[in-house]
């Protein structure tokens, strides 16, 4: 038994399927599955079985395993950075955030951070939906999240401090007349926030009742955007980053019952005693004024599909 094999119990118990855990993990369904698979002999049980809905459940041993193996994997969390601080290694700060963030500020924030923190840290950042983000900094496979408010969802081990405010609104081409008929009979262009609950755009959705086949998905907001303004429909979008776009008359906004609606950015944490110095620095960080000019005027970023992922499964391997 490893602690490898044990936070990908924990994180194939938390997110419901051996699919979401693999994709957080970046590898293949297959390595989670030899890792559960391995667990099950050891234990002598097979820990979690699939429902007839095609969900999962734990079984009475797995629900007692769960809280045990949470706090083996945090243990080995601590553990590594007490080791990595006794060698004078560099800090380590692993980020996640929405797809939104990713693409437009993080790289901004995580350059200056750098620069500002005059001290060696090794970062590696990547993009998840909330669900995912709350499951991987609660089992210290990430230090801090920016997106939605993970803590109100849950309370505990999480906290969530509001980092800026923006305004939500939805955009079209400048030139393409309103779509006709009410907003959720529109096509609805988002990148992958707008397939999360806990998202701007995915409660923004679930507000206006889109229904699920109105709704395309892109690979970033810039392409949703690029979408919209050629007419293939209307996509969710904040004004302090889309506004260039509006200035140079490729996109118009468009009211809805739902929006222009408010909108801010959270960092989420884990409480103070269990966080690392990196992330205790970071954090200070989001709240001065040059962290905020960034995320009110950010640079051009890059496609989260650049970003390298944040967790490795060979993380606590041995």
Do not use: C
Request: overall charge positive; charged content about 20%.
């Amino acid at each position: 038994m490893t602690v490898t094999q044990l936070s990908t119990f924990v994180l194939v118990a938390r997110l419901g399927s051996v699919a979401a855990a693999a994709q957080t993990l970046s590898v293949s369904e297959s390595a989670v599955s030899q890792a559960i698979g391995a667990l099950r002999i050891h234990f002598g049980d097979p820990l979690i079985r699939r429902t007839s809905g095609g969900g999962m459940r734990l079984t009475p041993a797995g629900a007692r395993l769960l809280p045990v193996a949470s706090r083996m994997v945090a243990l080995s969390a601590d553990a590594e950075v007490a080791v990595r601080a006794a060698r004078g290694a560099p800090d380590e700060l692993r980020v996640v955030a929405t797809s939104t963030l990713a693409e437009f500020v993080l790289p901004s924030l995580m350059e200056a951070f750098a620069v500002r923190a005059g001290r060696r840290t090794e970062t590696s950042f990547g993009v998840a939906v909330g669900n995912e983000m709350r499951v991987l900094v609660e089992n210290r496979l990430a230090d801090v999240a920016l997106g939605p408010d993970l803590a109100a969802v849950r309370g505990g081990e999480l906290v969530s401090e509001p980092l800026f405010r923006a305004q939500l609104v939805v955009v079209t081409g400048a030139r393409v007349p309103r779509p006709p008929g009410p907003p959720p009979l529109w096509s609805w262009l988002v990148d992958s926030s707008g397939t999360d609950p806990e998202a701007d755009s995915g409660r923004l959705l679930r507000r206006l009742d889109v229904p699920e086949r109105h709704v395309r998905v892109f690979p970033n907001q810039t392409a949703t955007w690029a979408a919209a303004a050629e007419g293939a429909g209307v996509a969710p979008a904040l004004v302090h980053l889309v506004s260039p776009r509006i200035r140079r008359d490729e996109l118009r906004m468009l009211e809805t019952s739902a929006t222009p609606s408010d909108a801010t950015w959270h960092a989420t944490v884990l409480r103070p005693e269990h966080r690392s110095p990196a992330t205790d620095a970071f954090l200070h960080f989001l709240h001065t004024p040059g962290a905020t000019r960034i995320m009110r005027a950010p640079g051009a970023g890059v496609p989260p599909s650049q970003f390298r992922p944040p967790v490795y499964v060979t993380l606590w391997g041995g």
